[in-house]
């Protein structure tokens, strides 16, 4: 079975249990690129998190997913990953962000917590009890807000 359907199948059962506890909201984690199961996981969405790293080939594959979410005609907005990595390109991709209209939901700072939580089988919420659970939190606060407006 092709991953595009697979994708649909796993996005159909989400939202019956979704339906099934009376939640409102089903986040669905689509993979890089933009080949089939990027199409599915964007299919039927009303808000779209794009996650980039301000590298030059993070930055090129962020404007290729963009004009895909453009063209289903979906609300987006953008986590910037290892925001410290490279200024120059963030500030490219913040200006980007800018001209089309995308969120700028917020920048996350490399630290090697992440792959620790990771190790740990835990999340950074579970792991971190500092400014990157704060920042984590935030950007959750403003997805939600954005998800409800719209």
């Known amino acids: 079975e092709n991953s595009g359907k697979l994708v649909a199948k796993v996005k159909n059962e989400a939202k019956r249990i979704a ?5 409102d909201l089903v986040l ?8 089939c ?13 794009l996650v980039t790293e ?18 289903f ?3 987006a907005g953008c986590i910037i990953n290892k925001a410290d ?4 390109v963030n500030q490219q991709i913040r200006e980007f962000l800018k001209n089309n209209a995308i969120e700028h939901i917020t920048d996350l700072p490399y630290d090697e917590s992440f792959t620790e939580a990771m ?5 950074i919420i579970e792991f ?4 990157l659970q704060k920042i984590v939190r935030q950007s959750w606060v403003k997805i939600k807000e954005f998800v409800n407006v719209l």
Do not use: C, M
């Not at 190790?119 to 999340?123: A, H, P, V």
């Not at 971190?128 to 400014?131: L, P, R, S, T, V």
């Open 119 to 123: 190790t740990q089988g835990k999340t």
């Open 128 to 131: 971190n009890g500092g400014e």
């Open 28 to 35: 669905v984690d689509g993979s890089p690129g933009i080949g």
């Open 85 to 88: 990595l490279n200024p120059g």
């Open 54 to 71: 301000p590298t030059v080939s993070g930055f090129h594959d962020l404007k290729r997913v963009y004009q895909l979410v453009n063209k």
């Open 73 to 75: 005609g979906i609300k």
């Open 37 to 49: 199961p990027v199409v599915s996981s964007l299919s039927g969405a009303s808000f779209v998190i």
């Open 19 to 23: 339906d099934e506890q009376q939640k």
